[in-house]
């Protein structure tokens, strides 16, 4: 029953402080972002497993994770909003060339981490190339170039 | 799927702006909670260290208000004038506490533990000549919620105190 209630209580926090932070805190796009994910994970792991490191209980926190997840995929698909919330939904930051910079600012985008997208993903030179940005719900930014 | 020029992309602004109020509310509440972290509302720290005593001043315990689930927790028992006697301190503590938390540790070890029915009696050998001494309990909980620990020198004054354990 505990490792149950731990595996709920740790996916609800996990879930609802990831979202509350934003989608680029841990979207990985420094190095030191991905180091602060392992820190998480290191922190997360003792309040899961507790002083029982038995192999049921540690299949028992994977099958109570993985089901929870697929329960809220369900729900997800079943109720749009639920989604929204837990999701979100994607920001449009350069609308036909133009920066939307309220949005930019509101969701701590710049132009250097746009400009690293239109580098990276399409080998783009300039800030101007660019058509479309967007933030996609995952924390990366799309970039559709003109063309 | 609303079209931005001829963008497809599943944008609300109207959404947005709430979720980012959202946002900011959470943001406020993760200071405080990393405030009263810091100040030991949320575990041991300044404000959850406190003392009681008995009005004799025969034991004086130090103590942590708010301890967490499965965290050793230190209780300081200060025992003083009229407490030894004998060659001897006899320090019982509430039964049901004891069951709640496990003491992992005593400093110093007591030299016998006596079960009585609601109560375990520890009984720690004094050196001679000795006046008053200091005994440590460190205790894990295991469960959470509200607990009321009583204890006291047996056959004389009793303290009590409160704890709260996070889970």
Known sequence: MDSVVRGLLVYAVLLVLVRICGKRTLSQTTTFDFVLLLIIAEATQEALIGADGSMTNAALLVVTLLWLDV?????KQRFPNLERWIDGLPVVLIEDGRLMRDRMDKVRVDEADILEAAHDKHGLERL???KHAILERGGKISVVPWR | MR???GLEVDQD???ERKSWTVQRVGWGVMTLAVVAALAGLLGPGPASRATASTPDGAIAVEYDRFVRASAPAEIGVSVGRGAIQGGVVRLWVDRRYVAEVAFERIVPEPASVEVARDRLVYVFAAAAGATTGRIGFTARP???GRKTV???LDGGSEVVFGQFVYP
């Open chain 1, 71 to 75: 329960l809220l995929s369900l729900a």
């Open chain 1, 128 to 130: 101007d190339q660019v």
């Open chain 2, 3 to 5: 079209r931005i020029n």
């Open chain 2, 13 to 15: 602004l109207a959404f």
């Open chain 2, 142 to 144: 295991r469960t959470f």
């Open chain 2, 150 to 152: 009583r204890l006291g």
